[in-house]
């Protein structure tokens, strides 16, 4: 398995425009989260889904974030309009189940808002 | 929100020495504790979970859990510099759907 894939690797954007950051889960993974990760906030969980439904977004900071998982194999995070504070690395991660056996991230976006 | 405490660091061991890493959590109700370890520009990997009360081993790692005092260990023996990373305590929330993460423990180990 080619484990979770995140696209783009590195993202620079300025300030006000649109990012798109995609995930590929790991295949029969039914869990998928997006977390974000800043030096001073550590991991932070900004929403995860069961079954590409939606069960709890109440990490999205603002309305500017949002994140959809049409089907089992494809999610997305947008944040739009983006501003310098977002810039982070923001992973994704799937499992089989509740967790219990814990997580797969995937090697991240490093997102830059200039 | 549970509450996941770990010190940051940096903790500075020797080659082959033990090192040990220590987190803390606020919820009574947690019945499983994960540690990852993160390389500098990577992403977290899985080293760990345990369950239960005492010790866990796999390989030159062991976890310790003690639920009465809320404490949770990762003894890394004979430390390799291939070790030199920061390393995260994980508590599930609601029963293992999301993890909340600690602020995680940067080791250094010093050939």
């Known amino acids: 398995d080619a484990g979770v894939i995140q696209s783009p690797r590195h993202e620079v954007t300025e300030m006000g425009q649109e990012v798109t950051l995609r995930c590929k889960p790991i295949s029969g993974h039914d869990y998928l989260f997006w977390y974000r990760q800043t030096m001073m906030r550590g991991l932070e969980l900004l929403i995860y889904f069961n079954n590409n439904v939606p069960i709890d977004d109440s990490g999205m900071p603002e309305d500017r974030f949002s994140a959809k998982m049409p089907n089992a194999s494809f999610s997305t995070l947008k944040i739009q309009p983006s501003e310098p504070r977002d810039s982070a690395v923001y992973f994704c991660a799937s499992s089989f189940g509740e967790g219990v056996y814990g997580y797969t991230f995937g090697s991240g976006t490093r997102l830059t808002v200039v | 929100q549970k509450e996941v405490e770990q010190n940051s660091g940096p903790l500075s061991v020797p080659e082959g020495a033990i090192a040990s890493l220590n987190c803390t959590y606020s919820d009574r109700g947690s019945q499983s504790f994960f540690w990852y370890r993160q390389y500098s520009g990577k992403s977290p990997e899985l080293i760990m979970f345990i369950y239960s009360n005492g010790d866990k081993e796999d390989g030159r790692f062991t976890a310790q859990l003690n639920k009465a005092s809320q404490y949770v260990s990762l003894l890394i023996r004979d430390s390799q510099p291939s070790d030199s990373a920061t390393y995260l305590c994980?508590?599930?929330?609601?029963?293992?759907?999301?993890?909340?993460f600690g602020p995680g423990t940067r080791l250094s180990v010093l050939p």
């Open positions: 994980a508590v599930p929330h609601n029963y293992g759907q999301n993890f909340v």
